[in-house]
């Protein structure tokens, strides 16, 4: 097992990672639209990062699979995004911040992977579930720190002083993942060679091929899985935003920031509760509960944007909290499940996280459409109805994912007593 102040390093990484992955998120199209960007320019250069990021996944993945230097590909991961946003501070052009955007994907690809192999490694499979659990309550609380640290700079100093921010935020990033014990991390448990229950024990191995991947139906499964729900949550929030605005329903802005906070807030227990149902209940539940807040959020946006009611942002964006903190737990861990024994656990994690790229990124195309020709209702109505397709396609593929961790899993998933896991 680590050594507590491995752990906790690990904690402050997380809090400090969640501001840094995202480069300027949002932002990027306020300071873009103050140099006299189009719309359609800042969308455009968006999509490409976003593109570049998926492309760049399973290979980062690989990446750190195959690598002892977890903690380096972390400091590398966070100086490009850092240097990569300076340089659309300090040269807007439409080439530099293209490039910016494509360097700053391919980064936050490889962030993702580096951070959940550290976390395996550091606690083993036995540990991975609990653990997940704390990482993403630290990821959320950072994300509420850092987005009204950002409100009140960016309000008082201009968005200068938001780059300034993410800098610090990084350098935090730098101190805590080099905090981390380099013989705290057992690097063949980190790609899913260590038999669950046997954290700090080293168990050398060879990897399988990658046909592993691909053959493996319970992994297939939770990357349609997430595909679909992917696809019915991506442009929920930001339709959302667009039909206030149609309705000149308040400040967007403002409305917008606040509904960040709450999402936020409510995905920091979610986090906690997913970590406690995968231990005592499997995974199963932990997804199937995040399915079915899509709908529920579908329906409620559709009623705001029929009967004209701003208040319903709120329990639309602690929906988004309930889904995205129950499922920032539960893929990694049924992924790790699943590809346990195969020492091909981050590549594996790339693909399902790829899968949801494909998803979101399509969301806003068939919302977008929908809201056109069928308004607004029936847009998020759409979108809600996706998710129940999703739990449809999780259930016909035997609903990885289910068992709970008091059960030791060996390699390739086999359970004591032939009982086959995940």
Same mark, same amino acid.
Request: glycine residues 14%; charged residues 10%; aromatic residues 6%.
């Given at each position: 097992?680590?050594? !507590? ?23 990027? @199209? ?23 990021? *998926?492309?760049?996944?399973?290979? *980062? ?121 380099? @013989?705290? !991390? ?86 906690? !509760? ?135 899993? @060996? ?12």
């Amino acid at each position: 097992m680590a050594a !507590i102040s491995s752990l906790a390093a690990l904690s402050a990484l997380n809090l400090f990672l969640s501001d840094v992955r995202d480069g300027l998120g949002p932002f990027l @199209g306020v300071f873009l639209q103050q140099k006299q960007w189009t719309p359609g320019e800042i969308g455009l250069v968006m999509t490409l990062g976003g593109l570049a990021g *998926m492309v760049a996944t399973i290979p *980062m993945g690989a990446l750190v699979d195959s690598s002892r230097a977890k903690r380096a590909i972390v400091v590398v991961g966070s100086a490009v995004v850092i240097a990569a946003s300076m340089a659309i501070l300090l040269a807007p052009s439409f080439g530099v911040v293209t490039v910016a955007q494509a360097v700053n994907g391919i980064a936050a690809a490889a962030l993702a992977p580096a951070v959940a192999g550290i976390t395996l490694g550091l606690v083993g499979a036995g540990g991975f579930d609990r653990q997940l659990g704390r990482n993403e309550a630290f990821n959320h609380a950072g994300n509420i720190i850092a987005a009204v640290l950002a409100g009140v700079f960016g309000w008082w100093l201009g968005l200068p002083a938001v780059f300034a921010l993410m800098a610090a935020m990084a350098v935090g990033s730098v101190l805590s993942v080099l905090a981390i014990k380099p @013989g705290d !991390i057992d690097h063949e448990a980190a790609r899913g060679m260590a038999a669950p229950g046997v954290g700090g024990d080293k168990a050398e191995g060879k990897a399988e091929g990658w046909r592993v991947l691909v053959a493996d139906k319970r992994l297939l499964t939770v990357a349609l899985t997430m595909a679909l729900f992917h696809l019915g949550n991506g442009a929920m929030l930001p339709l959302f935003g667009q039909g206030m605005v149609a309705r000149g329903a308040g400040d967007p802005s403002a409305l917008t920031a606040l509904t960040v906070v709450v999402a936020q807030a409510t995905m920091i227990p979610m986090a906690l !509760i997913a970590s406690h149902l995968a231990r005592s209940r499997g995974y199963r539940l932990v997804l199937l509960m995040a399915l079915a807040a899509l709908p529920l959020r579908g329906i409620i946006a559709a009623a705001a944007a029929q009967w004209d009611l701003s208040i319903a942002l709120f329990p639309v964006q602690m929906l988004d909290g309930v889904g995205a903190g129950l499922l920032g737990v539960a893929t990694p861990g049924i992924v790790a499940r699943i590809l346990q024994g195969s020492g091909r656990f981050n590549v594996g994690l790339g693909m399902v996280m790829t899968a949801q790229g494909v998803g979101a990124a399509l969301s806003t195309t068939l919302a977008g459409f929908v809201a056109q020709y069928a308004g607004y209702p029936a847009a998020f109505l759409t979108l809600g109805g996706v998710a129940l397709v999703a739990a449809a396609a999780y259930l016909a593929g035997g609903a990885p994912g289910g068992e709970a961790a008091a059960s030791t899993v @060996g390699p390739a998933g086999a359970v004591p007593g032939g009982k086959i896991a995940a």
